[in-house]
């Protein structure tokens, strides 16, 4: 197996001090032919390598993890097998690390590299998250699928007044709580709905109307949510949900249904509605396919 490609990416990002949390190398996206099986994240100090079938030669891609790393700047490497049942993961390299705190610009975030499917910060939507911290000024905001609450977070952080999280997982809007305290924001501020979305309309109403909505789910999460089948109904929900001129934040990941989906259903339901445009996502995820990839369209509800 060739890892041209992979040690270049190492040894450009390992040639000064990475302080933020970013993807290495996104094999995803098939721009590097043979290792679009292959994803290697930073968490500070540790490396997450990601590999979606099995990896050829692992022994040497942990030794062109730690040749690049001129500033000695890792202390632990885990390969994570995401093609097996559970996604298992085995640390290579140093010492066992199950949580940790990183940071994305002023921005700080608990993490859990290799202990589940997914850390708890979705590299991806940095982008997002830049965004919602300069345009969220005032607005009250609701963050639907909010997952461990990283763009209310972030939200916050660009002076929104309130926030509100809806996910199903109890877990997760926890750990979401732990996030905004990590970065000194008021709980006060923040309304948790750890229910499932369709069957929580009513008490989400109670906080609203909202400024900002955002919604950000998953393609398909066994037993709650089908982005093909589900997602209209909660588009067909904004006007009782908005305020007038309201901002929609809606994003898709799916190589089936891409943005001209969302388009569709937003127009449906909010026929006097504009389209302001997509919103960048984090430029280290460079995708051959980008209408198959992650997409984040940018709505105004009717004035």
Known sequence: MNYDEIKSALTEFFSKEQLDARRIFHGRGQMHAGLEHICIDWFRPLVLISAYSEIEDVPG??????????????????????????APAQTLFGDILQQLIVTEGSLRFEVHPGTQQNV???????????????????????????????????????????????????????????????????????????????????????????????????????GSFDAARNYAAVMRKLPALCEPGAQVIATINSPFLGPDYLLELFFRYNPEGKHIGEIAVAPEFLDKYPERGLNICHFEMPT
């Open 61 to 86: 891609l942990l030794q062109l993890v730690l040749n690049a790393d001129s500033h000695r700047q890792i202390t632990t490497v885990i390969l994570q097998q995401r093609y097996e049942q559970g």
């Open 120 to 222: 708890g910060l979705f590299l991806d939507m940095r982008g997002l998250r830049n965004w919602l911290q300069t345009e969220s000024n005032s607005l009250n905001v609701l963050n639907l699928f909010a997952y461990t609450c990283s763009l209310s977070v972030a939200a916050l952080a660009g002076a929104a007044t309130s926030v509100t999280n809806v996910d199903m997982s109890k877990t997760s809007i926890k750990w979401g709580e732990k996030n905004h305290e990590l970065n000194l924001q008021d709980l006060s501020g923040v309304k948790s709905i750890p229910h499932n979305l369709f069957k929580s309309w009513g008490r989400i109403r109670q906080f609203g109307r909202y400024d900002l909505v955002i919604i950000d789910p998953p393609t398909r999460q066994r």
